[in-house]
């Protein structure tokens, strides 16, 4: 059994900065694709970050010069370093992963086999 656990989250106010963190544990070997989605209030999720194995990375514009992900492999350990946070930041952030080796980073939700129950994000003043 797989499991995936976010931590990190909470309430930020406009411009500040979060990290979050997702550890794997349970019998994997190891994760080739690694990431991040959210879902915010009434909205549908959507990509915020994936790395694969290699280090490519694919990111959603909104994010891009603000987040970055990151990863420990030896741990199926990733992170997701959040600055210059805004409102429309605010979701439930979800953590992914898969073990399969795609040509590409996927960037689609169907694409990964485990989740993780999610942590809150909350960007206000």
């Known amino acids: 059994q797989v499991q995936l656990v976010e931590s990190g989250g909470g309430l930020v106010q406009p411009g500040g900065s979060l990290r979050l963190s997702c550890a794997a544990s349970g019998n994997i070997f190891s994760f080739n694709t690694m990431g991040w989605y959210r879902q915010g209030p009434g909205k549908e999720r959507e990509l915020v970050a994936v790395?694969?194995?290699?280090?490519?990375?694919n990111y959603v514009d909104s994010v891009k010069g603000r987040f970055t992900i990151s990863r420990d492999n030896a741990k199926n350990t990733v992170y997701l370093q959040m600055n210059s946070l805004k409102p429309e930041d605010t979701a439930i952030y979800y953590c992914?992963?898969?073990?399969?080796?795609?040509?590409?980073?996927?960037?689609?939700?169907?694409?990964?086999?485990?989740w993780g129950q999610g942590t809150q994000v909350t960007v206000s003043a």
């Open positions: 992914a992963a898969d073990e399969r080796r795609r040509p590409q980073v996927s960037t689609l939700s169907s694409d990964y086999t485990y």
């Open positions: 790395m694969d194995s290699s280090g490519s990375t």
